[in-house]
């Protein structure tokens, strides 16, 4: 009888070996059976198992094709990991959802290239999807000894995927635009220093590369999360301005207005950025317009500045 250690010794060498094969797939186990210990694996706090063996191997055979006639069944089950331990402030759970996201994003990203997915399945995937997204709570980058969670950025990720969907249309890509506000001024003690931001941004510009989305919706999003930079006029003395979430939003919309104006490509877009969004001109003018409110002492004129605007900044 092989004892518990001895098995998972030999497991890790069966896997280091598939990694050293180009990931090829192994024709002595079933796919079923392989597929369901990647998938538990997802939701490893061992880092090495996570990141370095379920996620690149699952993405590789994504792409592959080796999923495609399952790929709804198996994008169904992914999407299960984005309810184990929703609502958790802090736990090892975050593990299971944010990487079942990223491995949703990459089954996402193969039917936008080979379109084998029917729309119904896409449109499923999103509505679980934002689900999830709207009400994660655990927000930490980085877990000691753990490694990256990341549920903000692969959430990003994910609706970046869907966004790039041919069964998505415009009335779907303005509830993603909406969905990208919700999370970024969600209340929250986390702030976004990891580069959250940049892939928040990323997916908006996906969402508008697409022309679909009206323009007063944009002006009134914008003006929106403008509004919310704006300091409470009745602020206790003993809260800290500006917000976590404030400089979420803060943070965000300074990124989406510098990639919106240097104009981005983003690696493996299946939709093309060779020209600028039509809407890019009034973009700019509504993020002009939102982003000074965070710190309207900047643009003071020198006659009404008054210097203790900037306590606190």
């Not at 990931?23 to 694996?41: D, G, H, I, K």
Request: hydrophobic share 45%.
């Amino acid at each position: 009888m092989i004892s518990p250690m001895r098995r998972e010794l030999m497991r890790r060498v069966f896997w280091q070996h598939v990694l050293e094969s180009d990931m090829a797939v192994p024709v002595e186990q079933s796919l079923n059976e392989l597929t369901a210990e990647l998938v538990t694996m997802l939701g490893s706090a061992n880092p090495v198992e996570r990141d370095e063996v379920a996620y690149p191997v699952l993405a590789n055979w994504l792409a592959g094709g080796v999923y495609d006639d399952l790929l709804v069944s198996f994008g169904d089950s992914i999407a299960d990991g984005l309810r184990p331990g929703l609502g958790d402030p802090e736990s090892d759970t975050v593990f299971r959802r944010s990487f079942s996201a990223l491995v949703l994003t990459e089954s996402i990203a193969r039917d936008n290239v080979a379109h084998v997915l029917p729309v119904d399945a896409v449109l499923s995937w999103a509505d679980r999807s934002i689900g999830w997204y709207t009400r994660e709570r655990d927000l930490r980058r980085w877990v000691a000894e753990k490694g990256r969670a990341s549920a903000v950025a692969h959430g990003a990720d994910l609706l970046g995927a869907l966004a790039q969907s041919r069964h998505l249309h415009g009335g779907h890509l303005q509830v993603l635009l909406d969905v990208v506000a919700e999370r970024v001024s969600a209340p929250t003690a986390a702030v976004f220093v990891d580069g959250e931001d940049d892939h928040l941004a990323a997916a908006v510009l996906t969402i508008v590369q697409r022309d679909l989305i009206d323009a007063d919706h944009l002006d009134a999003w914008a003006a929106g999360l403008g509004e919310a930079l704006s300091r409470p006029p009745r602020h206790p003395d003993d809260e800290r301005w500006p917000s976590s979430a404030a400089r979420n939003i803060s943070n965000f919309l300074r990124a989406l207005h510098v990639h919106l104006a240097i104009g981005v490509a983003p690696q493996g877009a299946t939709i093309s950025f060779a020209r600028p969004p039509a809407c890019r001109p009034d973009l700019l003018l509504a993020l002009l317009g939102a982003i000074p409110r965070r710190t309207p002492w900047l643009y003071a004129s020198p006659e009404v500045a008054d210097p203790r605007a900037t306590t606190g900044v």
